[in-house]
Nanobody, 126 residues
Framework: QVQLVQSGGGLVQAGGSLRLSCAAF????????IGWFRQAPGKEREFVAA????????TYADSVKGRLTISRENAKNTAYLQMNSLTPEDTAVYYC???????????????????WGQGTQVTVSS
């Protein structure tokens, strides 16, 4: 199994930027698609972004397109979520996830991602 350890996050003003990191341990990182999901208080968990295991393809929720960028460095067993132009609506706990299933990044379903990080709070003040 792969273990995911997240870092980054915190409090930022609207319009600011943050970068989340997700370090993987235990298995070959390049065998996993990586996804980011988030959950705001009182709301359902939602898909944010995902990246195919080689890093060649990505997909984004419409609400974050053009502002958030997912990337990965397989040599470092690490994935990232660069978040720019943040708004209060981006406030949530963010989760890094991993999937062995082929094309999981395209399906965007949390059920496809069997491995989850501990979660990181992102708070955007207005």
């Amino acid at each position: 199994q792969v273990q995911l350890v997240q870092s980054g996050g915190g409090l930022v003003q609207a319009g600011g930027s943050l970068r989340l990191s997700c370090a993987a341990f235990g298995r070959t990182f390049s065998n996993y698609d990586i996804g980011w999901f988030r959950q705001a208080p009182g709301k359902e968990r939602e898909f944010v972004a995902a990246i195919e295991r080689s890093g060649g393809s990505t997909t984004y929720a419409d609400s974050v397109k053009g502002r958030l960028t997912i990337s990965r460095e397989n040599a470092k067993n690490t994935a990232y979520l660069q978040m720019n132009s943040l708004t209060p609506e981006d406030t949530a706990v963010y989760y890094c996830t991993a999937s062995r299933l082929l094309m999981a990044y395209r399906r965007r379903s949390p059920e496809d991602f069997g491995f989850w990080g501990q979660g990181t709070q992102v708070t955007v003040s207005s």
